[in-house]
């Protein structure tokens, strides 16, 4: 059984920083690309960045250059380092594994964690 744990969410003030990690079980980490979305209320899930088996890593521009993904295979980890944070970073983050290397497109993960919820206070 695959499951996909989050952590590490909470309330930051902008321009402030935090670290989410997803802990992976259930599946064969390293062959799977690892995504980190993201959904405000009232907005569809998009994404944010993600990872590949190769360790190449692939932002939004909204993110970019403020965001960091990075894995630990020997660990089964994924982690997101978020950076200069913004109010319009708030939303639920969620971390994807996706086995064909499709990353940017949500539509193609395979499992998704429960989410952790990211408030930043202007």
């Known amino acids: 059984q695959v499951q996909l744990v989050e952590s590490g969410g909470g309330l930051v003030q902008e321009g402030g920083s935090l670290r989410l990690s997803c802990a992976a079980s259930?599946?064969?980490?390293?062959?799977?690309?690892m995504g980190w979305f993201r959904q405000a209320p009232g907005k569809e899930r998009e994404f944010v960045g993600c990872?590949?088996?190769?360790?190449?890593?692939y932002y939004s521009d909204s993110v970019k250059g403020r965001f960091l993904i990075s894995r630990d295979n020997a660990e089964n980890m994924v982690f997101l380092q978020m950076n200069g944070l913004k109010p319009e970073d708030t939303a639920v983050y969620y971390c994807?594994?996706?086995?064909?290397?499709?990353?940017?497109?949500?539509?193609?993960?395979?499992?998704w964690g429960q989410g952790t919820q990211v408030t930043v206070s202007s």
């Open positions: 259930g599946l064969i980490f390293s062959h799977y690309t």
């Open positions: 994807g594994a996706d086995s064909l290397g499709r990353g940017l497109n949500r539509g193609a993960y395979d499992y």
């Open positions: 990872i590949n088996r190769g360790f190449s890593t």
